[in-house]
């Protein structure tokens, strides 16, 4: 591992190069030692400078300096974490996702926004699936209301991680919730994603009975333990004399296979499988009321456009007399968006014909993005789409 940072502690440079090593005690050693140098700050330097370098560290040294900033609540590490999630390297990743939940937690604010902004630019082209443990990290602050909302609104706009989203959400046992969860089990139904369902199914019996999977299985609480417990997986490879990328070869798929099928055969007929069976079958039991929008429109953060409409309704002289969620109430009582049109038009005096026109092309859209309770939540944009799956 080349060191590039200037660190003039011969010692500090020595167990920098111990993170290279593949004897398990020299790298606890080392980690241990180094965590402790929290003052110095060309050590931090190095070890973000090795982080930055992750792709092309050929042994674990980057997941054991991810490890060092994370005990050392680094924060000025938070962007070049967060670019660890741009990579199929699991550990890594999961390294990553650790240190920025310590960071955040000793620093307040120095994680949460950067990783919202981090998402954003991710969610229509994300090759990696870094929004997923991005996510996660913001999973671990689901009780700050910012975090909370952000993620409500990002599970209308990303069907793609909707799935994992709705597990963060539960957490919140906050039931108004179920109503998003509605219009994903309801479209989900509709285009028979059987896992989809499966995993809606439970968000919602999970929420609806106030149970929480952080309470349920707060063993996946990873970032709490020690390090060397946390990572003794990985020590243990090393030790053998594994690097991460022989991990994948055809013997350890056949060994994997084998502890799968094992694990399987021991849990038929246990305890723990007749205790899954009497919650699967609660689960399926479980009743789902009705789509209900006024409930919808309480807990749903607006999407970009609907905000581009309120702002429109205002520039017309409307915005005194209705929100967005007034014309959203109305559509849904409505047959066609050329009545929303004439309602509204007969309030206020539109300047021309061609003003008309563009504010019905804001209505139309509102009419095709907003949920219906004759739809059972879904939008017409929604069933169109389930239409054209239909036909593929």
Request: glycine share 4%; charged share 35%; proline share 3%.
């Amino acid at each position: 591992m080349e060191i590039e940072a200037k660190i003039e502690n011969p010692a500090i440079k020595k167990r920098l190069n111990d993170l290279d090593s593949d004897n398990p005690r020299m790298i606890k050693e080392a980690v241990n030692y180094l965590a402790r140098r929290d003052k110095n700050k060309q050590l931090k330097t190095a070890l973000r400078d090795i982080v930055e370098n992750f792709r092309i560290c050929e042994s674990l040294a980057a997941i054991w300096a991810i490890v060092i900033l994370g005990i050392m609540r680094d924060k000025e590490a938070v962007y070049c974490l967060l670019d660890v999630f741009e990579s199929d390297e699991d550990f890594t990743q999961e390294a990553a996702a650790d240190a920025l939940v310590l960071i955040e937690r000793a620093h307040p604010g120095s994680v949460v926004p950067a990783t919202i902004e981090f998402i954003e630019r991710r969610i229509d082209n994300d090759p990696f699936h870094a929004k997923i443990f991005a996510v996660g990290v913001l999973g671990e602050f689901v009780d700050q209301i910012s975090v909370k909302n952000f993620l409500i609104k990002l599970f209308e706009k990303d069907k793609d991680i909707q799935d994992f989203i709705g597990s963060v959400l539960v957490n919140t046992k906050d039931k108004g919730i179920l109503e998003i969860l509605k219009r994903s089990l309801v479209f989900a139904e509709q285009v028979e994603d059987g896992i989809a369902i499966d995993e809606m199914k439970w968000h919602y019996y999970y929420l609806a009975n106030g149970i929480s999977y952080a309470e349920k299985y707060p063993e996946n609480k990873l970032w709490k333990q020690n390090w060397e417990q946390r990572w003794e997986h990985l020590l243990e490879r090393v030790a053998k004399g594994d690097s991460e990328e022989e991990s994948d070869d055809d013997t350890d798929t056949e060994k994997m296979e084998e502890r799968f099928k094992e694990m399987e055969r021991k849990f038929k007929g246990s305890e723990l499988d007749r205790e899954f069976k009497k919650e699967l079958a609660e689960r399926d039991a479980q009743e789902i009321e009705p789509f209900c929008l006024e409930k919808w429109l309480e807990i749903r953060q607006r999407s970009d456009f609907e905000d581009e409409f309120q702002r429109a309704l205002v520039l017309i002289g409307a915005g005194d007399i209705w929100q967005v969620e007034d014309i959203q109430k109305a559509m849904n009582e409505s047959r066609s968006p050329g009545t929303i049109v004439k309602t509204i038009s007969e309030k206020i005096n539109l300047p021309d014909e061609k003003s008309l026109t563009v504010f019905f092309e804001y209505v139309n859209q509102l009419w095709n993005n907003t949920p219906r309770e004759e739809l059972f939540g879904l939008t017409p944009a929604e069933k169109m789409e389930i239409y054209y799956l239909s036909q593929e």
